[in-house]
């Protein structure tokens, strides 16, 4: 009898062990490769084809675009720091007239409506006059999100949390924060007061 509680036991530990085996490579696998991956590019000014030509010869990325929607030879500034494929491309399109959508390893851009374009030059204009927010989204856990949306509610103002959670925005002092991601519950909070 105590033989037969042995091997069951044994066989329950090592059940145990394989599902948290898999539960860890299934929690692993769920960041995306856009979210996990940083790319170095060479600092200095460069046109917009070069940048995307480095990137796609240092990551698996691929770009998709129309001639007449991106211009590859609008002049950047890059530096030398390692940043996700979305910072990058906040950073070399920032108030463009050019839009992205991120599809795994694909990058689409097209061309950004004219209401885009109108929200994104006055939330321009009300970043000048605005205060700087900084915060780490977190889940009811305490773990980190990353790359969770935090928007400035009612403008085109926004930025994803970087691998730590962490998050930087200038918004209006009256600004309410519109934090979401996929599966979660959509948060509004205070810029002032950081509650909501």
Known sequence: MKMNLFVVFRKMKFILFFIMCVTGCWAAKSLTYAQQTEIRLESGSKTLGEVFSEIEKKSEFIFFYKENVVDLNKIVKVDGRKHTIEEILNMVLDQSTVSYE??????????????????????????????????????????VIIG?????????????????????????????????????????????????
């Open 148 to 196: 969770a949306n935090v928007i400035e509610k009612g403008t085109a103002n926004g930025v994803a949390t970087d691998l730590n959670g962490n998050f930087a925005l200038t918004v209006q002092s009256n600004a309410v924060l519109q934090i979401s991601y996929v599966g979660y519950i959509s948060q509004e909070i205070s810029a002032l007061t950081g509650g909501g």
């Open 102 to 143: 991120i599809l795994d390893r694909q990058v689409v851009f097209s061309r950004k409506k004219v209401a885009d374009i109108a929200e994104s030059l006055s939330s321009g204009e009300q970043q000048q006059n605005g205060i700087r927010v900084t915060g780490t989204v977190k889940d009811v856990r305490g773990e």
